[in-house]
């Protein structure tokens, strides 16, 4: 075991040839028995190398992060019921992105009410932020970064949004799309409008509504709720 968590009763164990296991600890008869229940586990047809893992928290709704060795973030989530493939015993796959370096540290922080993100240390140097955020906004970023992509000129003509792609063997069931590049929807702001405007109409939106709807999850700053003496509270 390489990296473990905890969030009320369950717990989150990264292994290095394993994978991910996601458990329950129950403590019955006043202390009498105690136990630990695997609930569910990462698709053993597509083993992670784990190097640190953590939760990720928006309101009700729970995500199981795991970092690899070769800088890609992996969320699942788990579900009581399977679909034949996915579910109950195996974690449900949402998404993979590639950070470009190792992550071997993560640090759960309570940014809002109810919502807790991922500080994570690259091996490159940087610090990374996972931030859950609604449907919604998820949906109109997700439409405007596809835009981007598409009519902004980058390095080299490559895509990238393709950068951020898991390399390695397919999985079971291909990873879906949960996750963003807020370091690609920065662009957006800074880009002439005579871009920002087509971009716009194309959403059906007025530029002005789009800055102020995306631009907020595009920032790289996290407000850390104070504690007495202004020290961060722990998550």
């Known amino acids: 075991v390489t990296a473990m968590s905890s969030i009320k009763n369950f717990l989150l164990l990264g292994d290095l040839r394993k994978g991910l296991d996601f458990v329950q600890w129950k403590e019955e008869g006043e202390g009498q028995t105690r136990s630990l229940r695997r609930l569910s586990r990462s698709p053993p047809s597509s083993l992670v190398t784990v ?6 928290v928006c309101g009700k709704s729970l995500g199981l992060l795991a970092l690899d060795h070769v800088g890609t973030a992996h969320l699942y989530q788990y579900t009581p019921h399977s679909d034949g493939r996915e579910g109950d015993q195996v ?5 993979t992105f590639a950070t470009g370096f190792p992550c071997r540290s993560a ?7 109810g919502l807790q993100s991922l500080l994570v240390a690259s091996g490159g140097g940087e610090l990374l932020c996972f931030k859950p955020i609604d449907d919604q906004a998820y949906r109109t970023i997700a439409t405007l970064l596809g835009m981007l992509a598409t009519r902004l000129p980058f390095r080299g003509g490559l895509n990238p949004r393709a950068f951020r792609h898991q390399e390695g063997p397919p999985a079971l069931v291909a990873p879906r799309r949960s996750i963003e590049d807020a370091s690609l929807l920065r662009h957006f702001a800074f880009v002439s409008c005579h871009l920002q405007s087509p971009i716009a109409e194309r959403m059906r939106m007025p530029a002005a509504a789009l ?3 995306t631009l907020p999850h595009a920032s790289s700053l996290l407000d850390v709720p104070q504690g007495p003496r202004g020290a961060p509270e722990n998550s």
């Open 211 to 213: 800055l102020r709807a």
């Open 107 to 113: 640090l759960r922080l309570q940014t809002e009410p």
């Open 91 to 95: 974690l449900r796959s949402c998404a």
């Open 51 to 56: 190097l640190a893992c953590d939760f990720i």
